[in-house]
């Protein structure tokens, strides 16, 4: 399992090197972007051998990583992973979906091999929608589907709600699109968020980095996260680990633990949640994010999903735990596949064949 870090920290040097460069026209952006994307390079999972090329978008305190399935000019979908895992989460689907797709999914700010925020900068689910938009803008996509996974899913509602004309179709994945709190409990948990902040800055100087042997990080987050297999876990890890003298330490950044500041009401999620123009697919795991919350909070989240079937989305309750799409592709994937292919493949066809037929 070494070797493999080996390779993945090899990889890690040679395509930070590969990262766009934004000087220049716009021409000169998109033809190094394609450069940078076409180098292909070989990523060995626990579960599969797979091409796949290594994605480095540059943002004002580092870069944004992540990896590229599908051919080029494939119909473009945004993967979101979701809170302390990475983009390896998609590993074990994404060859199972539809093959003319192009596939980006990226590590979120603080998470696998992207860069942590600068020091005194929070955490937020605004935050990662701007990270989304900066990462749409450097690909140049003007239009695109979202999957995203739990905490990734937030995003993805929030970007789609904020941003309705350049999403086509979304996918939540055991995920509501919002996760709401009640108006009295904002000011509490701002002021919790905000002080669990101070504190640790006045800690950091104190804090060492924990190293692991690679059996401690496995054994360690497998008990931390029971909705994840023992297989699972060596993907993520792919990702989550850096080679440190003595062993290993988590890649993610400690501070994505600490209390999120920006919240919103049910009202206020409902709202967002309106504003969503393109079709949605919320796919829940039985055994998921909902044995996770209290009942008040749990009353919440089935307004949200009623309000999601009076719209005419789709909500589907499937077999597995919070990471059953990881653990259990094969469940996950079929129903993926047909919204896809019925709500953005089928339509990009037909749009396709009546533009060739005006030529």
Known sequence: MMQALKRVRHLRSTTVKAGFNYIGSSADVFSQM???????RHLRSTTMTQ????????VPWGEIRGKVWGPDHGYPVLCL???ADNCGT?????PLLPKECR????????????????????YSFPSYVMDVRRVVDALQWRRFSIIGHSMGGNVAGMFSALYPEMVDAVVMLDSYGFLPTDLGEIPKSMRQGMDETIQFEKKKQEMKRRVYTYEKAVERLLTANHSLSEQSVHILLERGLDQVEGGVAFSRDIRINLKNIARITLEQSLEMQS?????VLVLLAEDGLNKFFDEPDRKKFQISLQAYRNRNHTVTELPGKHHFHLNNPDVVAPPVS????????????????EHTSKL
């Open 103 to 122: 596939y980006v999914a990226v590590d979120l700010a603080g998470h696998g091999r992207s860069s942590h925020r600068a020091s005194g900068v929070l």
């Open 338 to 353: 047909d919204f896809l292919q019925a709500k953005v493949l089928s339509q990009s066809a037909r749009l396709a064949e």
């Open 81 to 83: 992973h979701g809170w």
């Open 51 to 58: 091409a796949v090329s290594e994605l480095s978008v540059p």
């Open 275 to 279: 504003r969503i123009q393109a079709p």
């Open 90 to 94: 998609f590993n074990t689907l994404i």
């Open 34 to 40: 394609r450069q940078a994307l076409k180098g292909v």
